[in-house]
């Protein structure tokens, strides 16, 4: 996963509430398995009847509630693949949130007052480590867990995690094998008194 640090640049601007991520990446196109190819499909009906113009920025802003719905990681593929490195809006979808987050692509949840000057604004900077937004004319600070920040600020999703922790598992394995298959190990321990 690629490390977020700093994301600047134009903002494209989607002012919807409730966008369910089947309106993000449709049912029908959810049968790769590979995380790239999806961009072409993001907002697929909304785009193709006009509804909607949407240029590939490194930002989004979206409307409250955003990635609503049903759970799938294709959402986050399909926005990351079209361009976008972050979204903000004033509230997110719990799963998609930590979709997102898992796939290198940045929440940030603010109110809608600095969402609307952002919007106005057409451009912003966002600073992972200092946790602020900066637009022409104001800025705004962001809450994150700080176990995400970390993850994100080094470009760590949840394989790279399992491997840094390989001594432990190792460790565990050899003792593990000191005691034969699983299914022996129970004829193996102590009895209880």
């Keep these: 996963m690629k490390p977020v640090n700093v994301i600047e640049g134009a903002v494209s601007v989607?002012?919807?509430?409730d966008v369910d991520t089947d309106q993000i990446i449709p049912k029908q196109f959810l049968k790769r398995v590979e995380r790239t190819?999806?961009?072409?499909?993001?907002?697929y009906d909304w785009l193709r009847d006009g509804e909607i113009s949407l240029?590939?920025?490194?930002?989004?802003?979206?409307g409250r509630n955003f990635g609503c719905g049903s759970s799938r990681e294709h959402a986050p593929w399909a926005l990351?693949?079209?361009?976008?490195?972050?979204?903000?809006?004033?509230?997110f979808a719990d799963i998609f949130r930590s979709n997102c987050t898992k796939n290198g692509l940045l929440p940030i949840?603010?109110?809608?007052a600095g969402c609307d000057?952002?919007?106005?604004a057409g451009r912003a900077s966002i600073d992972l480590a200092a946790q602020r937004?900066?637009?022409?004319?104001?800025?705004?600070?962001?809450?994150?867990?700080?176990?995400?920040?970390?993850?994100?600020?080094?470009?760590?999703?949840?394989?790279?995690?399992?491997?840094?922790?390989?001594?432990?598992i190792d460790a565990y394995e050899a003792e593990r094998a000191r005691f034969?298959?699983?299914?022996?190990?129970v004829d193996r321990l102590p009895a209880e008194n």
């Design 80 to 91: 990351q693949d079209f361009g976008f490195e972050a979204i903000i809006a004033p509230s």
């Design 180 to 185: 034969g298959p699983p299914n022996l190990a």
């Design 37 to 43: 190819g999806f961009g072409e499909f993001l907002f």
């Design 109 to 112: 949840e603010l109110e809608q």
């Design 55 to 62: 240029e590939s920025n490194p930002i989004l802003l979206a």
């Design 117 to 120: 000057a952002i919007a106005a």
């Design 14 to 17: 989607l002012d919807r509430a």
């Design 133 to 168: 937004v900066g637009w022409a004319g104001g800025e705004a600070h962001f809450e994150i867990d700080p176990k995400i920040k970390d993850r994100l600020l080094n470009g760590l999703d949840e394989i790279a995690i399992t491997l840094g922790q390989v001594a432990a």
